[in-house]
C-alpha cells in the first residue's frame, strides 16, 4: 500500500508564497518519479511539475515556468513545491503524485492541499 500525504496549503494574498510538502510511504515503495497536478471543479487536471530522479529531469506547465520550483529526495520519498508570486488563478487543489517505474505514468496520488490565492 503506498500512500501520499501532502501538506503546506492555504490561503495567501496574490504576489505571494507557499511551499508544498508531499511524502510518500509504502513497505517496499521506491519511485521513478514524482511530481504535482491541480485541478479546479468543473476544470480538467493540469500537471503542475515533475521531478525523474534517474536522471534529473524536471518538467514544469508553461502557466508556472519561472514561478514553482519543484525539488525533492529520491531517498526519502519526498517531493517538494515551492510556489512563489502567486496568482488567483493559481486557485486549486494540489496533488501530490508518485509513478514507480518508467512508461506507466503517475499511478499514486494524495489527498490533496487546498491553495487558494486572494487578489
Known amino acids: 500500500q503506498v500512500q501520499l500525504v501532502e501538506s503546506g496549503g492555504g490561503l495567501v494574498q496574490a504576489g505571494g508564497s507557499l511551499t508544498l510538502s508531499c511524502a510518500a510511504s509504502g513497505r517496499t515503495f521506491s519511485s521513478f518519479a514524482m511530481g504535482w497536478f491541480r485541478q479546479v471543479p468543473g476544470k480538467e487536471r493540469e500537471s503542475v511539475a515533475g521531478?525523474?530522479?534517474?536522471?534529473?529531469?524536471?518538467d514544469y506547465a508553461d502557466s508556472v515556468k519561472g514561478r514553482f520550483i519543484i525539488s525533492g529526495d529520491n531517498a526519502k520519498n519526498t517531493v517538494y513545491l515551492q510556489m512563489n508570486n502567486l496568482k488567483p488563478e493559481d486557485t486549486a487543489v494540489y496533488y501530490c503524485?508518485?509513478?514507480?517505474?518508467?512508461?506507466?505514468?503517475?499511478?499514486?496520488w494524495g489527498q490533496g492541499t487546498q491553495v487558494t490565492v486572494s487578489s
Open positions: 503524485e508518485a509513478a514507480s517505474r518508467a512508461g506507466i505514468g503517475y499511478e499514486y
Open positions: 521531478i525523474y530522479w534517474s536522471n534529473g529531469n524536471i
